[in-house]
């Protein structure tokens, strides 16, 4: 079969693109498997970080009768008091309130919690119990601390918070220092409340900043945010009651969460912590799923151990992101073969390039689909995210693999046949189009699933390129089309274009739609062929 000069130039870039996807899976997944040089922490000893033991499947404090025996809180600070001189808990319900006499036991010092809220019972209840604990282990504590992040909640006024503090000064001995902890802006609004403490308690974590920090300028505005509310509080001691990096999640602007990043954050904030004389706390000790549910991936993995109570990085030596990275190009190496064996009944092609086009369209597919997978283990939180999730990997693998074949036929010189469009891409556009839409808004807790959508987009594109029939989309995929840009566009401008991820969420959005224009464009100045269909939405 003869081929146009444009033609064979057409082929010869989707053989480009080809190669170029199969080469960036390769070495996205060898570059996270790379040591990273980090800077040293003074030492593994970190002098206070937030106790929180809900780490098991469905266990969250937000379940009233949740309760976490004595028993489990002692093995935790008997293992935890080898690397901290001090646990910071929130609450005193659901078993807590035994961490100060457990503490003791181990030679650790406690920063002890009172939750507030709206509920006046349930915080009249708190303060009971917090104030008998106080009293009983009045040499444990290092503070106490009542009411968390209320205001940011915006639970409760100054005022009420105001009067809760002063309920609880005047109930415990002097050598007690309370304090109300909420981050720096809160305290900077309501400066009032310096009044009713002993200590103001601020929460700085560059991440979740309104103007998210990158790792790069985190601590110096840490150091920036500490001397500013320092100014604004002369004669009273400042306290940095949470900070932290989280692990796995969606980037913000340039503020990534990452291992690496995680361990480059702490490490950095403990040399500049054991530079001068500041009082501090680290949030957390554990992974948490159960906040996965209020604050997405992300809000799980701030812990300095995993969810089972192993340490993410050391605080010396490099650090990796992924050790089990040859997993991804395992998974590559599994799909090209899954791709060429389903190429094997194509007999009419010529057996290398149709063959070689399959594994290296099933290579590109594997890497993303293994980069897709490793996210899932993060993020999902039950069987029917599990299930939601694995049932559009397989309808990603089996579209890759229908394109993958038609443009292996095309490669390889096989009689033209019909590009592959009509439904299965008009699903892809809709569901582009919806996670688009919830991304614009109500982004701040999702994920972006580049590796999941990688597959059709980059397929439908390389089909579009080599087809030289195009047929006329449909009114509905066309509608759907001209919205992926925008939104995609929309995502990147609130990141201001800081995102790196972001811009790819864009490029695979543009990637799908071009080629609907392109299809309907063609379609309006060139005669459809006989025969030729409309793509069926239905």
């Known amino acids: 079969m003869s081929f146009s000069p444009s033609s064979r130039g057409r082929r010869l870039v989707a053989w480009l693109a080809l190669v170029l996807l199969a080469l960036a899976g390769a070495a996205w997944w060898w570059a996270v498997g790379r040591p ?3 800077p040293d922490a003074p030492s593994a000893r970190i002098a206070c970080v937030s106790y929180a033991p809900f780490r098991e499947p469905g266990e969250t404090p937000l379940d009233p009768r949740a309760f976490v025996s004595p028993g489990r809180i002692d093995a935790d600070l008997r293992a935890l008091s080898g690397r901290f001189d001090c646990v910071r808990t929130y609450s005193q319900g659901q078993g807590l309130s035994a961490v ?33 604990t106080a009293r009983k282990y009045p040499q444990v504590l290092r503070g106490v601390i009542v009411g968390n992040e209320v205001l940011l909640r915006g639970e409760l006024s100054s005022a009420q918070i105001a009067g809760y503090l002063r309920e609880v ?41 309104d103007q998210p920090v990158p790792p790069e300028r985190a601590i110096q505005h840490v150091e920036n945010v500490y001397a500013k509310v320092e100014r604004a509080f002369p004669g009273k001691r400042v306290m ?17 969460a990452s291992v690496v990043n995680e361990a480059r954050y702490l490490r950095e904030f403990l040399r500049y912590a054991a530079s001068v004389d500041m009082p501090y706390n680290v ?51 599994v799909a090209a073969g899954m791709f060429v064996l389903a190429g094997l009944r194509r007999r009419r092609w010529q057996r290398g390039r149709g063959w070689l086009a399959l594994g290296l369209a099933g290579f590109a597919g594997g890497t993303a689909l293994a980069w897709q997978g490793r996210q899932m283990a993060y993020a999902c939180r039950d069987a029917w995210e599990w299930t939601l999730s694995l049932a559009a990997c397989l309808v990603a693998l089996f579209t890759a693999l229908r394109l993958a074949s038609w443009l292996a036929g095309r490669l390889a010189g096989a009689p033209f046949k019909p590009a592959p469009a009509g439904r299965l891409r008009f699903g892809w556009l809709f569901v582009l189009a919806l996670y688009g839409l919830l991304l ?8 972006f699933p580049l590796g999941l959508f990688e597959l059709p987009c980059a397929g439908y594109a390389l089909v579009a ?23 995609a566009g929309v995502v990147v401008v609130l990141e201001l274009g800081e995102n790196p991820v972001g811009w790819l ?34």
């Open 440 to 447: 614009v808004f109500d982004g701040r807790y999702r994920d």
């Open 240 to 256: 940095i009651g949470e900070t932290g990096w989280p692990s796995e999640g969606r980037p913000r602007r340039g503020a990534s």
């Open 36 to 38: 990273v040089d980090l």
């Open 100 to 132: 100060p006499g457990i503490a003791a036991r181990y030679h650790m010092q406690v920063l002890m919690g009172i939750w507030l809220d709206r509920d006046a019972k349930a915080n009249a209840e708190q303060i009971a119990l917090g104030i008998a």
């Open 465 to 487: 390129w080599l087809d030289e029939r195009q047929r006329a989309p449909s009114r509905e995929a066309l509608f759907l089309a001209a919205w992926l840009p925008v939104l």
């Open 169 to 209: 000064r005047a109930a415990l001995p002097a050598s007690i220092p309370v304090s109300y902890a909420d981050v720096w802006e809160y305290w900077l609004r309501h400066p009032e409340l310096a009044k009713a403490v002993d200590f103001v308690t601020i929460h700085i974590l560059p991440y979740w900043e």
């Open 283 to 333: 949030i957390e000790t554990f992974d948490q799923p159960w906040k996965r549910a209020q604050e997405g991936t992300v809000g799980g993995y701030w812990g300095i151990f995993d969810a089972q109570a192993r340490p993410k990085f050391a605080m010396q030596g490099p650090v990796v992101e992924v050790a089990r990275w040859w997993l991804g190009w395992l998974a590559g190496a």
């Open 505 to 538: 969420w864009f490029a695979l959005n543009l990637l799908i739609a071009v080629p609907v224009f392109a299809a309907w464009r063609h379609a309006r100045f060139v005669p459809v062929a006989a025969g030729a269909m409309l793509d069926d939405p239905r």
